[in-house]
């Protein structure tokens, strides 16, 4: 079965340094989609990839597809308190509704 | 904008007891899902729906059952609740299309005595 690994699992940044994180998928993907949940709050949606090599952007989040449709990544630069949260990637894999699978997230602190 | 609800923030029930967890979206969309979340295991897919009346077992179905008889309405069903299925219970809704967007409601914290 579909296998997702997102890592790290923790990071701790200062205000102002950048912040990577990556989703990598045992099998190739329909396309991907970026979430963020904030402390006590629900996921929401911040982006869909579909084409292999994607990249889209968003103000100072950069969302990147691979070339094989099996792995992504999320970079903030300059990240800033309201980027706190955990984010979540959430790999489609083939037609099938129950080929969704999430990573197990990222938890991103930063000290101001 | 797209309104996702459940029924309950907060829940406590005891062991063996029969819980219902309600979840409701505004914007007649044709999927519904599912999902528990741990800390270190992200959200794990329970069940999902595509159509009235129609269910797709996810990753962990195991001591779950869900009951969609109208479009807007998910509800998932512990039948008999253990301890091991404490969690936060998300509800999430998306449009026609397989991958398009979820929609996630606030979340309910089960926790099972």
């Known amino acids: 079965g579909q296998q997702v690994m997102q890592i790290p699992q923790y990071q701790h940044v200062q205000e102002g340094e950048d912040f990577t994180t990556y989703c990598n998928s045992s099998?190739?993907?329909?396309?991907i989609q970026w979430y963020k949940q904030r402390p006590g709050g629900h996921p929401v949606f911040l982006i869909q990839l579909v084409k292999s090599g994607e990249v889209k952007k968003q103000k100072r989040l950069t969302f990147q597809f691979g070339e094989a449709k099996k792995n992504s990544s999320l970079h903030i630069t300059a990240t800033q308190t309201t980027d706190v949260g955990t984010y979540f990637c959430?790999?489609?894999?083939?037609?099938?509704?129950?080929?969704?699978?999430f990573g197990q997230g990222t938890i991103l602190t930063v000290h101001p | 904008d797209v309104k996702v609800t459940q029924s309950s923030r907060y829940l406590v029930k005891r062991t063996g007891e029969k819980v219902f967890l309600e979840c409701v979206q505004d914007m007649d969309h044709e999927n519904m899902f599912w999902y528990r979340q741990d800390p270190g295991l992200g959200l794990r897919l329970i069940y999902f729906?595509?159509?009235?009346?129609?269910?797709e077992k996810g990753d962990i179905p195991e001591g779950y059952s869900v009951s969609r008889e109208k479009k807007e309405r998910f509800s998932l069903i512990l039948e008999s609740a253990s301890t091991n299925q404490t969690s936060m219970y998300l509800c999430a809704s998306s449009p026609r299309l397989a991958y398009n967007e979820q929609f996630f409601g606030p979340g309910t914290r089960l926790t099972v005595l």
């Open positions: 729906s595509y159509d009235v009346k129609m269910k």
């Open positions: 959430l790999c489609a894999g083939g037609t099938s509704y129950g080929k969704l699978t």
């Open positions: 099998t190739t993907l329909s396309n």
